[in-house]
Nanobody, 126 residues
Framework: QVQLVESGGGLVQAGGFLRLSCVASGRTFTRSAMGWFRQAPGKEREFVGTISWRGVTRYADSVKGRFSISRLKAENTIYLQMNNLKPEDTAVYYC????????????????????WGQGTQVTVSS
């Protein structure tokens, strides 16, 4: 059974930083994309960033230059380093896996991701 577990969320002041982690178990995802999405109250789930198994990354415009994703393939683990956080970054952050990802152009579409974690809350106070 595939399981994704996120951790590292919390409450932080604007301008601060957090590092989210996601560990996948139950299957090896060495040739998959692993990404982050988020959902704020009353809003649709939106793409944050993703990383292919070749290490190609893509980010939403709203987080470019502030967020970065890294990956430990051997450990089915990805990280989301979030710097200079803003109140509008407040959301539940979800980790997800796309097993059929293009290694050079990982998807930004949530429907392409088959496996999801339960999410971790990030709250940024002004």
């Amino acid at each position: 059974q595939v399981q994704l577990v996120e951790s590292g969320g919390g409450l932080v002041q604007a301008g601060g930083f957090l590092r989210l982690s996601c560990v996948a178990s139950g299957r090896t995802f060495t040739r998959s994309a692993m990404g982050w999405f988020r959902q704020a109250p009353g809003k649709e789930r939106e793409f944050v960033g993703t990383i292919s198994w070749r290490g190609v990354t893509r980010y939403a415009d709203s987080v470019k230059g502030r967020f970065s994703i890294s990956r430990l393939k051997a450990e089915n683990t990805i990280y989301l380093q979030m710097n200079n956080l803003k109140p509008e970054d407040t959301a539940v952050y979800y980790c997800a896996v796309d097993p059929g990802s293009d290694s050079f152009y990982p998807s930004v579409v949530s429907e392409e991701y088959d496996y999801w974690g339960q999410g971790t809350q990030v709250t940024v106070s002004s």
